[in-house]
């Protein structure tokens, strides 16, 4: 054997055997016992905690984003996925020096591409309406079920605070802790009547960012100041009129996107039509936007995928004017593939699933159309 290759091996064999301990070498990434001491625990379904992104909560009491027993059938797969708890958030101010969560979750934490700060953590942001930033993620163990965790320490002051709920996970309990003695007051309301509602995809689901607070529903509920209701089902957003008739369900909305063409694929001039018009039927006026696929990174070297995207864009794009003409002036199109930007090969983690960067690409985009949208007639 080459005498360098030999001692390679000699000299390697002790890192390959030995297993990394990241916690111990980088104390920043070590996961914190909670201090639990002087916390007093509430729940965030009770006043003044407000919740958004659960329309059927009231009830059933559950953190899910579809009715437990609803009054169209849905699909096993579309049921199961509904129990994650994309876009759910809650709401409060206080003055409180510490906040903690007290979390039981559906099952432990194991996707390949998307970390499990997205999937199963919470994430804290705080200031005024419309000018939120990131405090803070939820550490706890990938094989954790149950955890408390600390996501706020600072000075005694009134602040508006957000916690983002899991991507990709089920919450079974939660509850917030504060310092005893603090302060809880309402949230600021909401911008506009009535929330968002955003149907689609493992993308709408938020597949794959890095937290919570980094889904582009989110971003955008942020940036807007307005609840999302996020309808997106991981493989599963296939145009099936039952999940039209459960957002028709859903009062006092004030805007749908459609954002499920990456599901549907070939189906999707089969079913766009019939889906619109069951909107339509309880929601006559009100904006409806239809947003193309992303373009993904594999495309440039796929001809066929290009083509068979750029006919399914089209149709959409065609289906919308259509309507327009037919006299329908609140529905719009919005072509995916101009979403990611210059570096859209570098905007996601498989060549389809945006990472964090993506989707902050795909907010930044969608935002000035969703405001122009919802401008108020007449205005500048």
């Known amino acids: 054997m080459n005498k360098f290759l030999l001692l390679c091996l000699i000299f390697s064999a002790p890192l390959c055997a030995e297993k ?76 409180s020096s510490k906040i903690l969560i007290r979390a039981k979750i559906a099952y432990e934490s194991s996707m390949y591409h998307m970390p499990a700060t997205g999937q199963s953590s919470f994430d804290l942001y705080t200031g005024a309406p419309g000018e939120l930033l990131y405090c803070k993620t939820a550490r706890f163990k990938t094989s954790e079920t149950a955890f408390t965790s600390t996501l706020f320490e600072d000075k005694k002051q009134m602040r508006n605070f957000v916690i983002n709920f899991p991507l990709y996970n089920g919450v079974k309990s939660l509850e917030i802790g504060l310092i005893a003695d603090s302060q809880v007051d309402e949230p600021p309301a909401f911008e506009g009547e009535g929330p968002i509602v955003v149907y689609g995809t493992s993308i709408t689901q938020g597949g794959c960012a890095a937290r919570p607070g980094l ?20 493989g599963n957003g296939r145009g099936e009129p039952a999940l039209a008739h459960l957002i ?119 935002h000035p159309v969703i405001q122009q949208i919802l401008k108020p007639k007449g205005a500048q």
């Open 215 to 234: 889904s582009y529903t989110n971003i955008l509920s942020r940036r807007l100041n307005r609840e999302f209701v996020n309808l997106g089902f991981s």
């Open 248 to 366: 028709n369900d859903i009062p006092n909305k004030s805007m749908i996107i459609l954002d499920y063409e990456a599901n549907a694929n070939e189906d999707i001039p089969n079913s766009l039509g019939p889906f619109i018009d069951i909107l339509r039927v309880k929601n006559p006026k009100i904006p409806i936007l239809i947003i193309s696929r992303i373009l993904y990174a594999t495309q440039a070297r796929k001809f066929k995928t290009v083509h068979l995207s750029t006919s399914l864009a089209l149709f959409q794009k065609d289906l919308v004017k259509s309507r327009q003409l037919a006299g329908d002036n609140n529905i719009y199109f919005l072509d995916g593939k101009s979403l990611l930007g210059a570096y859209a090969h570098e905007a996601t983690v498989d060549g389809v699933h945006p990472n964090s960067y993506g989707f902050m690409m795909m907010a930044e985009n969608i």
């Open 20 to 95: 990394l301990n990241i916690e111990a070498l980088d104390k920043n990434m070590a996961i914190k016992t909670a201090d639990q001491n002087g916390i007093v625990w509430f729940s965030p379904q009770e006043k003044p905690f407000r919740l958004s992104g659960f329309k059927w909560i009231n009830k059933e009491s559950l953190y899910r984003r579809l009715p437990l027993t609803p009054d169209f059938a849905i699909r096993k797969a579309v049921d199961n996925l509904a129990n994650n708890t994309s876009g759910g958030q809650i709401h409060f101010k206080t003055d």
